[in-house]
């Protein structure tokens, strides 16, 4: 399973960006994916996943601003970002899970992509 995340990039506080991860290698419509972003210095942290019947979740410091959703047919997830802080610069990296259901931890996905760099100024 290979995953190709991109779209990041520096944006000014307020603004939006719409990250995608494109999948190969798998039964993609059967994964559920997830969002994670890790600061300089912090851990690794979850944003939002989506199941295969596009039930989401969503962190809390995000829910509201970001929206997760998927097209089984590109292979590829997304993640919307709208009303953008500062805070929210890191790298952003999509995850698959060979299960249907959702999770939040790290621990609970078993591929990753590569990450993609949020710069948000203020």
């Known amino acids: 399973v290979q995953l190709q995340a991109y779209g990041g990039g520096l944006v000014q506080a307020g603004g939006s960006l719409r990250l995608s991860c494109a999948a190969s290698?798998?039964?993609?419509?059967?994964?559920?994916m997830g969002w994670f972003r890790q600061a300089p210095g912090k851990e690794r942290e979850f944003v939002a996943a989506?199941?295969?019947?596009?039930?989401?979740y969503y962190a809390d410091s995000v829910k509201g601003r970001f929206t997760i959703s998927r097209d089984n047919a590109k292979n590829t997830v997304y993640l919307q970002m709208n009303s953008l802080r500062p805070e929210d610069t890191a790298v952003y990296y999509c995850?698959?899970?060979?299960?249907?259901?959702?999770?939040?931890?790290?621990?609970?996905?078993?591929?990753w992509g590569q990450g993609t760099l949020v710069t948000v100024s203020s």
């Open positions: 989506i199941n295969w019947s596009r039930n989401t």
């Open positions: 995850a698959a899970r060979t299960s249907m259901t959702l999770a939040m931890t790290v621990t609970g996905y078993n591929y």
């Open positions: 290698g798998c039964s993609f419509s059967n994964y559920a």
